[in-house]
């Protein structure tokens, strides 16, 4: 985050990057994630999922699913986005 960006304007920036990606699955789980958790979420864990979203798609898909392991510093929200793949 800036210091001219508000927390209303990073969790307007951050829900159109989870919304506009580049695999139409990561779209669908990266903006109900958002939609649920961005506007409770405390700086520190917004400063990771800012982090989080500048990751590859195919990374983010592969550990979000199961099929890779994520890096260990993301592995914590990595598995809440997860549960939210599960649902």
């Known amino acids: 985050m800036t210091s001219a960006e508000t927390r209303e304007i990073r969790i307007k920036r951050l829900t159109m990057r989870s919304m506009r990606r580049g695999i139409k699955e990561m779209d669908i789980l990266l903006t ?3 939609a649920t958790n961005l506007a409770e979420m405390e700086p520190e ?7 989080l979203l500048r990751e590859n798609d195919q990374d983010l898909y592969q550990w979000v699913t199961g099929q890779a392991p ?7 929200l990595i598995g809440e986005i997860s549960r939210t793949y599960e649902k």
């Open 45 to 51: 864990k917004m400063d990771l999922y800012d982090r």
């Open 32 to 34: 109900e994630y958002a």
């Open 70 to 76: 994520a890096p260990e510093r993301f592995g914590a």
